[in-house]
Structures are given as C-alpha cells and as structure tokens.
C-alpha cells in the first residue's frame, strides 16, 4: 500500500502564491506516476499535474506558466508550486500516486486551496 499526505494548501488573495506538497510512504517503489487533481465545487475533478517515475511531467493548460511541478525524490515528496493564483483556482487539491502491477490508484485525503478575489 501507499499512503500520501497532501499540505500546503490554505487562503490566498489572487495573484499570490502557494506551495503544495504530497509526501508519500509504504511501499513507494512500485509508484509508477504521481499527480496532482483538483475539483472545484459543482465540477469534475481535474488531472493538474503528472510526473511519472522517470521524471517526465505534463502540466494542464489552464495553469500552464503559473504551476510547477517538481519533486524530492529522496525525500519522495512530490510539490506543485503554484503562482499567480486565480480565483477559478479555486479548489480541493488531491495528490495521486498509481501503481501498474496492480493496477491500483492511491489518493491523498486533499487540502483546501481558495483563491480570494
């Protein structure tokens, strides 16, 4: 099993910035990729981010060139550094790790990012 441990999340005014970070422990070598997801109220949950374990990452459209994603691969902590934040950034921000043999998604518990217009 996996466990993930999202923080970093909190009230912003817009254009700020935030930090997210999502720690992973248990049995970490068989993540194969690493996202961030965020759902808004009243929407579907949005892929945001993704590096997988090789280091190839992509990055959403709607928060490319304000978001990045990097990680500490000692320390596995994967991090969203999130720049000139927006209002319709606005949302619960979940860190997924996935695993291929099984074939198995793991969630973080998400944490809360607004965006104060």
């Known amino acids: 099993q996996v466990q993930l441990v999202e923080s970093g999340g909190g009230l912003v005014q817009g254009g700020g910035s935030l930090t997210l970070s999502c720690t992973a422990s248990?049995?970490?070598?068989?993540?194969?990729?690493m996202a961030w997801h965020r759902q808004a109220p009243g929407k579907q949950l949005e892929l945001v981010a993704s590096?997988?374990?090789?280091?190839?990452?992509t990055i959403a459209d709607s928060v490319k060139g304000r978001f990045t994603l990097s990680r500490d691969s000692a320390k596995n902590i994967l991090f969203l550094q999130m720049n000139g934040l927006k209002p319709e950034d606005t949302a619960v921000y979940y860190c997924?790790?996935?695993?291929?043999?099984?074939?198995?998604?793991?969630w973080g518990q998400g944490t809360q990012v607004t965006v104060a217009s």
């Open positions: 248990g049995s970490i070598f068989s993540i194969t990729a």
């Open positions: 997924k790790a996935e695993r291929v043999i099984p074939p198995t998604a793991f």
């Open positions: 590096m997988t374990r090789t280091g190839t990452s």
